[in-house]
């Protein structure tokens, strides 16, 4: 246990800090070599780190369209349902957020226009090293598809010689992305950002993974003209605040459902009870016994932490300071605290939300800020695959008006040839 007020500014900023970070610059040197790699040899690079990091003797790049047609007939009927289930809350909640074009007069004979353009290729990469993310594919996959982005690439590593996971391939199909490449890593959003033989080339690439990926989508998107990313994207973490009367057995189920996710995950509890902790300590011993990832998760334990703090006030602050890429609240009545949230990717509110509805089928985005770029990035969402522009239209009565307007602020910035575009038009419509 943890005493927030009892350590010193250096511990609290320890106990904040993400395991992954440490590990930067070995990361960033192996990804600019991976990225190297891929620019200059293309698909084998890509076929060479299949074998290498995945373990692929039989490797290949892209999954056959008939494979895609056929998928549903390999799964469950109740993993199809729920698969359908998911996407249709997810595409709900996602087709509310279709923008609209704006347009209005500004001045009298000044039109100006805002206006929404899919983005014309983009490329969701979805994590599946550990285990395969159907949810990931829905996640960006329906935003793509809502969109109309003209292509649109999935990568997505296969372990070994096994088959790639169906219910990827389902997901995928539902969303009318038909371009699958069996490629993970660093690798592929380099081959995504760049293209290869058997990779288009896209605009922005969407999508989690781990530090190698989040690294890879930093360099290449400082590096590439015209190339995108959503967001730095990278390990789990969820900050869970409870109050004195919070369910120990939710808090520690909450907790272990994001350290499964990988060792360089990181969960934190808040709370203004000691009784708490211990109770969720005990909770956490006895559930992790029970799961089949309790290695990685016992790893991802390691890095996290149970702290007590004086008030639920106090565990907002510190949630502020951290900005936590998943944020549960088990409180009592949340209602009067909400507007102390801040810095937080998704919010789950009370005991009966956990954050595993979240991650497959409340309907909301599973793709998130981590590292504390919550305090600036947001959410995934549907504007994030779109671009905008804006129009402007004037009437000769509309570039009088707004003469007045123009022609001081631009003499003001000593930018003759600025204000003489606008004299000579002035002088033919006086002439006219």
């Known amino acids: 246990m943890i005493r927030w007020n009892e350590v010193s500014q250096q511990t609290q900023q ?29 698909d084998q690079a890509l076929l060479k780190y299949a074998q290498l990091f995945d373990k692929r003797t039989n490797a290949r790049l892209r999954t056959p369209m008939q494979e895609i047609a056929d998928s549903e007939k390999q799964l469950t009927s109740k993993l199809k349902a729920a698969i359908d289930q998911a996407y249709s809350n997810i595409k709900a909640f996602h087709h509310a957020q279709l923008p609209q074009d704006i347009k209005l007069q500004t001045t009298t004979g000044v039109e100006c226009e805002l206006k929404y353009q899919a983005i014309d290729a983009v490329g969701l990469y979805v994590p599946g090293g550990s285990a395969p993310l159907p949810s990931s594919v829905l996640m960006q996959g329906v935003c793509a598809q809502l969109c109309g982005a003209k292509t649109i690439v999935l990568a997505t590593p296969v372990n070994g010689d096994n088959a790639i996971n169906p219910a990827i391939l389902y997901a995928a199909k539902l969303c009318g992305i038909s371009i699958i490449v069996e490629s993970g890593g660093a690798g592929a959003i380099a081959a995504m950002a760049l293209g290869t033989e058997s990779v288009p080339k896209v605009n922005k690439v969407f999508g989690p993974g781990n530090s ?54 990181q969960v934190i509890l808040l709370t203004n009870s000691a009784q708490i902790i211990e109770q969720t300590k005990a909770a956490i011993d006895k559930q992790l016994q029970n799961l089949s990832r309790r290695s990685i998760a016992a790893a991802a334990l390691q890095n996290s932490a149970l702290i007590l703090v004086e008030s639920v006030e106090q565990a907002f602050e510190v949630s502020a300071q951290y900005g936590p890429e998943h944020l549960i609240l088990q409180l009592a009545d949340a209602a009067p605290f909400m507007s102390l949230v801040k810095n937080a990717g998704s919010v789950f509110v009370g005991d009966y939300t956990p954050e595993s509805a979240g ?47 123009i022609l001081p602020l631009a003499n003001a910035e000593g930018l003759d040839a600025h204000a003489n575009a606008v004299k000579v038009r002035l002088e033919t419509i006086q002439n006219d």
């Not at 590096?223 to 004195?244: K, N, R, Y």
């Open 212 to 265: 190698y990926v989040t690294m890879a989508k930093q360099i290449l998107s400082q590096t590439q003209t015209g190339f995108a990313i959503d967001m730095p994207a990278g390990p789990s973490e969820v900050l869970v605040i409870a109050d004195e009367r919070a369910n120990p057995n939710f808090i520690a189920a909450d907790l272990l459902s994001q350290a499964e996710h990988g060792a360089d995950s």
């Open 359 to 405: 991650d497959y089928a409340s309907g909301t985005n599973h793709v998130l800020p981590t590292y504390g770029y919550s305090k600036v990035y947001s959410s995934l969402n549907l504007l994030d695959f779109y671009r905008t522009y804006t129009v402007q239209s004037i009437t000769p009565q509309g570039l009088r008006n707004l003469s007045s307007a």
């Open 14 to 42: 320890a106990l904040l800090t993400r395991p992954a970070v440490n590990a930067s610059e070995a990361v960033e040197t192996s990804v600019l070599e991976i990225i190297d790699e891929v620019k200059t040899c293309g």
